[in-house]
């Protein structure tokens, strides 16, 4: 399976400020995904991240508050813009389509907290 | 969209005992995977299991594509099983995006 590494793996931040959490795999992969899970709650699919074209996002999600880049197979960002205390959650960047094509990995998350 | 739902919501047991999670999906699925979400939030791929059965150690699932549910053993509980259990599907003919269940927190009592 794929290890994932997530920076930062956690954060306190002021509201109307940005934040860009990285993702590194460590090897090649299909597909890349952002999640967002809420305090106590399951996990929402935010975008796919798509290597060299823009993210594919899910309803509700828009690129303007949750840019996306994939420069390569390895690796991608997530940006959280404009932040609110709404936003505070972890964020888990999870993969897909190494050796064992169909299973998905995580990384271990970051942490953030608006204030 | 696919609706998934996990029972029971809330579990506790003692160390030693054995349990049965079940995942209950709206619509047919050809993608279907178990993690297990530890107290410090890290997600493990516990198994990939569209059809049938499979076991690794005391956990053991079968998914029953037909009825549309899913079940997840543990057997001998260890207070190491402590965390939430999530189902996560992916729809037939889908693209490739898997939705999470409800989840299913379990505690462990030594």
């Known amino acids: 399976s794929a290890v994932i590494s997530q920076k930062p793996s956690r954060d306190i931040c002021q509201r109307g400020t940005s934040l860009t959490i990285q993702c590194q795999v460590d090897?090649?992969?299909?597909?890349m995904f952002w999640y967002r899970q809420q305090p106590g709650q399951s996990l929402t699919l935010i975008a796919t991240a798509n290597q060299g074209s823009e993210a594919t996002y899910e309803s509700g999600f828009v690129i303007d508050k949750f840019p996306i880049s994939r420069p390569n197979l390895t690796f991608s960002t997530l940006t959280v813009s404009n932040m609110s205390p709404e936003d505070s959650s972890i964020y888990l960047c999870?993969?897909?389509?190494?050796?064992?094509?169909?299973?998905?990995?995580f990384g271990p998350g970051t942490r953030l907290t608006v204030t | 969209g696919i609706q998934v739902e996990q029972s029971p919501p809330d579990l506790i047991l003692q160390e030693g005992a054995n349990s049965t999670l079940r995942c209950n999906f709206s619509d047919s699925v050809n993608n279907l995977q178990w993690f297990h979400q530890n107290p410090w939030g890290q997600l493990i791929n516990l198994f990939y299991i569209p059809s049938g059965t499979k076991q690794n150690g005391r956990l053991s699932a079968t998914t029953v594509a037909t009825e549309r549910y899913s079940l997840l053993y543990i057997s001998s509980s260890q207070t190491t099983d402590s965390g939430v259990y999530f189902c996560?599907?992916?729809?037939?003919?889908?693209?490739?995006?898997?939705?999470f269940g409800t989840g299913t927190r379990l505690t462990i009592i030594p």
């Open positions: 090897s090649q992969v299909t597909m």
């Open positions: 999870s993969v897909r389509g190494g050796d064992r094509e169909y299973e998905q990995y």
């Open positions: 996560a599907v992916e729809l037939d003919f889908g693209n490739e995006k898997l939705t």
